[in-house]
């Protein structure tokens, strides 16, 4: 998942984009999350992802499926759910989640592999991740707002599944620079921007 809209990745691994068949498969499950191809694929990843200034990434989108995916919150896109908060970078192999009610939230979310969009999602807002840390230990977590947003999105990598899948009104889809324009002169003007959580 996108937190800018440049997706250099010079030196490291290119991130696929919206049109690569790798992004439209089921990854493959990981019989050994310590693997040290794991361990290698994870390195890589986290280098693809700070290069390009996300705060999610799945390995499809490094063009490799396999079920594991990297996500962090930055303090400026947490939200004051008491399950939610900043979040350092975390490597989850093999990931699941469950809704933990019928709760959903509409928050924009941009995607690396989708370069200059951004789209209004609707995600559950509360759900329980299970998966398997890298040091092969159970990771069980109850996640809320921008934790549950971002791994929601990666989640979705693994199974072939973009954003744009999940959006219910494409009016709600347009360039990122246009949108933040137009959303910024909302505010100005008093109105309810209702954009929830950005880039999800």
């Known amino acids: 998942m996108s937190d ?26 990981v019989a050994d999350p310590t693997a040290p191809e794991i361990q290698d694929l994870i390195a890589e990843m986290t280098v693809s992802l700070a290069e390009a200034g996300g705060i999610g990434l799945a390995a499809p989108q490094i063009g490799i ?20 908060g900043p979040c350092p970078l975390t490597a989850l192999v093999n990931p699941s989640f469950a ?32 998966g398997t840390t890298p040091e092969g ?6 996640l809320a707002g921008t ?3 971002v791994v929601q999105h990666e989640v979705d990598h693994l199974d072939g599944v973009l954003y744009l899948d999940r959006m ?3 009016v709600r889809l347009g360039f990122t620079e246009e ?4 959303e910024a002169a909302r505010k100005w003007l008093g109105a309810d921007a209702g954009t929830g959580e950005q880039d999800g």
């Open 147 to 149: 934790r549950a947003r």
């Open 4 to 29: 800018q809209t440049d997706d250099s990745t010079a030196g490291c691994p290119p991130i696929v984009r919206m049109g690569d068949p790798v992004l439209r498969q089921v990854a493959a499950e």
């Open 137 to 142: 230990s159970v990771f069980e977590a109850v």
């Open 65 to 84: 499926g396999r079920r594991v995916i990297l996500f962090k919150v930055p303090d400026a896109r947490a939200t004051d759910d008491p399950d939610d």
């Open 168 to 170: 219910t009104d494409l």
């Open 179 to 182: 949108i933040m324009e137009a």
């Open 99 to 130: 809704p933990l009610d019928d709760e959903m939230a509409l928050g924009w979310e941009g995607c690396l592999s989708i370069p200059g969009l951004r789209g209004e999602v609707p995600r559950h807002q509360r759900i329980k991740v299970r």
